[in-house]
Each structure stands twice: as structure tokens, then as C-alpha cells.
């Protein structure tokens, strides 16, 4: 079935330094790839999105690459700042007919250590 | 402007009872998710809905069953509880389309007991 992994489980990064964060999807047919920050006993919010047209997006610190072809995708943050720890996930959305599951990896905790 | 709701936050069930998880949206919203949350780990998809009147399962979902009536509401049902059960439940909703940003509820905890 449609499968979402994410690597690292768990990161740890020095104020400053850049994050990286990166997802591998199953199913070739996914189209739409969004990234969720989970602050502690909160609920997941969309951070930033890739469509399957677009190799890359960026928002201030934060940018997103996709490569369809070997079907990963991954996310990077440059110059952390504590208010960034948190866990982060991404997903991908099957699209086919009259389904459409939005399927997440297992999610990676960033410490951000000031 | 609520957007998704759940009730209730918190709730202690004993082994073998039943419950409803409620979740409603005020954005009219055609996609809606289930998801759980185990402690330290991912959001893994219970049930979704397309739009009233069609349900379908996702990657977790026995012991579970959802009902789509309406727009709105989209509740979840617990049938003789067991503790594997035991988690954070979400509740999620997005515009129609195959690009579009999902919006989380707060989330229920549920411990079994």
C-alpha cells in the first residue's frame, strides 16, 4: 500500500546551522507533498507545500526540493533558531478517482540547542 | 471562526466500552481525515471521507467506524475499547481538490483502561 518514510527520527542542531529532513513516498501517482510542524501537545500546521510541477519552493527559512523521478523530497532549514524545535512531518497525497488519503511518514524530532 | 472542532479533549474508557469521538468543521470542506497519534510517534490515517454519504477506510482502521451524514460532522466510533486504543485522536479537513492545505482539530487523548 501507499507508504511515507521520513528520516531522521531525531535530529539535533546547533543554533545557526541548517536542518535537513527527508522523505521517500511509494506510490508514483502522489501529487501534492505538504510539510506539518507539531509543537508539543499541539496540533499539527502546515508549514510550506511542494506541488508534483515544482522541483523546488522556498519560504524565508525554510525550502522544500521534490524529485519526482526517485520520489523523495525533503525539507531545509536554514539558520535554526529554538522556537524551531519541534516535530516535524511530512505527507503525500494520493489522488486517484474518489480517494484521497493524505498519508504521513513517522515524523522527525528537531532540537534546536541554543 | 472555529474551524475544526472536536470533542471531547480528554476521555478515560474502561476495556470494552464504547465511544463516540465527535468532529465537526464550519469551512465546508468536502475532505475529511481521521488520524491517530501514538506517543512519539507518527499520524497514521483511521478513516476519510470524499464528501457526505462516502466514507473509506485508511491504513489503521479496525476496531473503528465513521459515518458521514452531513458536510459538518464526521464522528468517529470506538466499539469495545481496548487498550491499543489508547492514543491522541486528530481530526482533519481540506478543500476539495488534489492540492490542497489540511487543518487539524485539537485532538482528543484517550486512555483505556
Known amino acids: 500500500g501507499e507508504n511515507v518514510e521520513q528520516h531522521p527520527s531525531t535530529l539535533s542542531v546547533q543554533e545557526g546551522d541548517s536542518a535537513v529532513i527527508k522523505c521517500t513516498y511509494s506510490d508514483s501517482a502522489s501529487n501534492y507533498f505538504p510539510w506539518y510542524k507539531q509543537e508539543l501537545g499541539k496540533r499539527p500546521q502546515l508549514i510550506i507545500d511542494i506541488r508534483s510541477n515544482v522541483g523546488e519552493k522556498k519560504d524565508q527559512r525554510i525550502a522544500v526540493t521534490l524529485n519526482k523521478t526517485a520520489k523523495h523530497f525533503s525539507l531545509h532549514i536554514t539558520e535554526t533558531q529554538p522556537e524551531d524545535s519541534a516535530v516535524y512531518f511530512c505527507a503525500a497525497k494520493y489522488y486517484g478517482g474518489a480517494t484521497n488519503k493524505l498519508i504521513f511518514g513517522t515524523g522527525t524530532l528537531l532540537a534546536v540547542q541554543p | 471562526n472555529a474551524g475544526v472542532t472536536q470533542t471531547p479533549k480528554f476521555r478515560i474508557l474502561k476495556i470494552g466500552q464504547s465511544m463516540t469521538l465527535q468532529c465537526t468543521q464550519d469551512?465546508?470542506?468536502?475532505?475529511m481525515y481521521w488520524y491517530r497519534q501514538d506517543p512519539g510517534m507518527g499520524l497514521k490515517l483511521i478513516y476519510y471521507s470524499v464528501g457526505a454519504g462516502i466514507t473509506d477506510k485508511g491504513e489503521v482502521p479496525n476496531g473503528y467506524n465513521v459515518s458521514r451524514s452531513t458536510t459538518e460532522d464526521f464522528p468517529l466510533r470506538l466499539e469495545l475499547a481496548a487498550p491499543s486504543q489508547t492514543s491522541v485522536y486528530f481530526c482533519a479537513s481540506s478543500p476539495q481538490g488534489m492540492n490542497t492545505e489540511a487543518f487539524f482539530g485539537q485532538g482528543t487523548r484517550l486512555t483505556v483502561v
Open positions: 469551512m465546508n470542506h468536502n475532505y
